[in-house]
């Protein structure tokens, strides 16, 4: 029945599939995107296959643009390959449109296999296949692949030409990766060629010193573009204001805004989102609100980035008092909050030396099914220890792990504390035999039901127990190894000292304590 259905809307042919459809009824190709999407690989494989031996090649066109629409390069792969099983070669049209797919699915494998089906099949190549390319490359941040494409450009003998175009995806590819020198190289390549550059080129450049916080680079960019008889626009300040506010110079952002204001351009969000994060890096809280303010003030709605910029600020000089005002003031506006403001707030407060507060803010994340990432363990680890609320790195790991683990407990969800507790050992830090006595308070304030607090239970002592064993196995190791060390050397030489023991010895064995035992039997859990 859907094959029936299939053909008889595509009666009309090629024609119908390349226009719009009316009412309801959706384009063949458009279906066989769908049926791909769905699972359906088997029946959309015939349904192309029975259109394309009808229609031949503009049908696999349709079928490119439909992917194209809906940037699905993956599924226009599987179309491709399946025509290619039959002995059929897709031509060079066909190639491009499902290249410009990848490009904007930034989709970097589905464009290297197309790449290397090209050259196996040794299908000429042209203008628009190798500037698609490089555009895919610059937006998958392969900066080597885009410069093998262009010199390969360059040495085409069949038409092929390099243009701005062509440079601007490059030298963007550059911005991915902050390599200042080689965008300048390639600028001096273009200019080489005698293609005159234009204000998006000279953008392109200054934008790459901004991302490698290079500002002297970016201000000798901006005095070459004016030498060039080009006016900078907001997208030109916007990347001067940008690479002030890595440096942290607060000063010279504002210069940057100001001159901005006197050329007549309008600053936009991404303008006060960069003042923004200029007030955060350079631990101005006050600047980073007044210019939160001004965004408010010229009609740009506030979104959740600009709010995280201004968390960051806060956290950074560790006022946890703050913080919550901040996290209210997101809510009001109905903006939803999102990993890195939680991650902000926990950072605020650990600065603070609130420990209880960063537990009652992990668990509020996880309830909000938000996960805290290694960035987010390694951030509190490190606040923990400037602030002296654990001066000891392995202490505040192993705080930072359980406090965790901790939240997840206290949700009930069993896989990501297995998750975190072989974090935990891949990162080295062993656990303390009071984190099961944590991870009991959290099951019984979660209201967790009892066969869930027994299972979460049960796999942190299993999991500190086989931590501890590991480490202790570790210490051993490293104990016989100095031993024969030392037998090595006695006799050779009369200076050698045995070395301090850097791990004290821990228990393997990791029962459940009477406290923890009681609380659960207390409550119902067990």
């Known amino acids: 029945n859907t094959i029936l259905e299939f053909f008889s809307s595509s009666t009309r042919g090629v024609t119908m599939s390349l226009s719009a459809p009316t009412g309801s009824r959706v384009s063949p190709a458009k279906r066989i995107v769908r049926l791909y999407k769905s699972g359906k690989a088997e029946i959309a494989d015939e349904l192309l296959m029975e259109s394309f031996n009808r229609l031949g090649a503009a049908f696999l066109r349709n079928v490119m643009q439909a992917c194209k629409e809906s940037g699905d390069a993956a599924e226009g792969w599987r179309g491709m390959c399946k025509v290619m099983e039959t002995g059929a070669t897709p031509d060079i049209t066909t190639f491009n449109m499902l290249l410009a797919t990848c490009a904007k699915a930034r989709d970097l494998n589905v464009a290297r296999a197309c790449w290397k089906e090209l050259s196996q099949r040794k299908i000429r190549v042209n203008t628009v296949t190798y500037n698609t390319m490089i555009n895919v490359c610059a937006r998958g941040a392969d900066l080597h692949m885009a410069e093998q494409i262009m010199h390969l450009m360059l040495q085409d003998q069949f038409g092929a030409k390099a243009s701005a175009v062509t440079f601007t995806s490059l030298i963007t590819s550059c911005a991915q990766t902050g390599q200042v020198s080689k965008a300048e190289y390639w600028f001096s390549q273009m200019a080489n060629l005698g293609i005159t550059a234009d204000q998006v080129i000279y953008n392109c450049v200054i934008d790459v010193c901004a991302k490698a916080s290079k500002l002297n680079k970016a201000e000798e960019w901006m005095a070459k573009m004016i030498d060039a008889g080009l006016c900078p626009d907001i997208k030109t300040y916007n990347s001067l204001i940008n690479a002030a506010a890595k440096s942290g110079n607060m000063e010279t952002a504002e210069k940057w805004f100001f001159e901005a204001k006197r050329a007549g351009c309008t600053p936009d969000i991404v303008t006060f989102g960069a003042m923004i994060h200029a007030g955060a890096k350079s631990h101005r809280s006050d600047k980073a609100i007044y210019w939160l303010e001004q965004q408010s003030k010229h009609g740009l709605i506030l979104n959740i980035r600009c709010l995280n910029t201004m968390l960051?600020?806060?956290?950074?000089?560790?006022?946890?008092?703050?913080?919550?005002?901040?996290?209210?003031?997101?809510?009001?506006?109905?903006?939803?909050?999102?990993?890195?403001?939680?991650?902000?707030?926990?950072?605020?407060?650990?600065?603070?030396?609130?420990?209880?507060?960063?537990?009652?803010?992990?668990?509020?994340?996880?309830l909000e099914n938000l996960d805290p990432d290694l960035i987010t363990c390694r951030t509190i680890i490190t606040a923990l220890v400037d602030s002296k609320s654990i001066p000891e790195s392995s202490s505040a790991a192993q705080w930072a792990y359980g406090a965790i683990?901790?939240?997840?407990?206290?949700?009930?969800?069993?896989?990501?504390?297995?998750?975190?507790?072989?974090?935990?050992?891949?990162?080295?830090?062993?656990p303390a035999a009071a984190l099961i006595q944590d991870v009991c308070n959290a099951c019984i304030s979660g209201n967790l039901p009892q066969a869930v607090s027994a299972a979460m239970l049960q796999v942190v002592t299993n999991g500190v127990r086989a931590n501890n064993a590991k480490a202790i196995n570790k210490q051993q190791v490293k104990e016989r190894a100095l031993a024969q060390g030392k037998e090595a050397t006695s006799g050779?030489?009369?200076?050698?000292?045995?070395?301090?023991?850097?791990?004290?010895?821990?228990?393997?064995?990791?029962?459940?304590?009477?406290?923890?035992?009681?609380?659960?039997?207390?409550?119902?859990?067990?």
């Open 312 to 366: 960051h600020a806060v956290a950074s000089e560790g006022d946890a008092a703050s913080m919550q005002g901040w996290y209210d003031f997101i809510k009001n506006f109905d903006i939803k909050p999102n990993a890195i403001t939680y991650g902000c707030i926990v950072h605020g407060c650990a600065r603070a030396g609130q420990l209880v507060k960063v537990l009652e803010w992990l668990r509020h994340m996880v």
């Open 405 to 430: 683990i901790c939240a997840y407990a206290h949700a009930g969800k069993l896989r990501q504390a297995m998750d975190w507790l072989q974090e935990m050992e891949k990162d080295g830090v062993v």
């Open 492 to 526: 050779m030489c009369s200076t050698w000292k045995q070395p301090e023991q850097a791990v004290q010895q821990q228990t393997p064995y990791l029962p459940f304590n009477s406290q923890a035992s009681n609380l659960i039997r207390q409550q119902s859990l067990w």
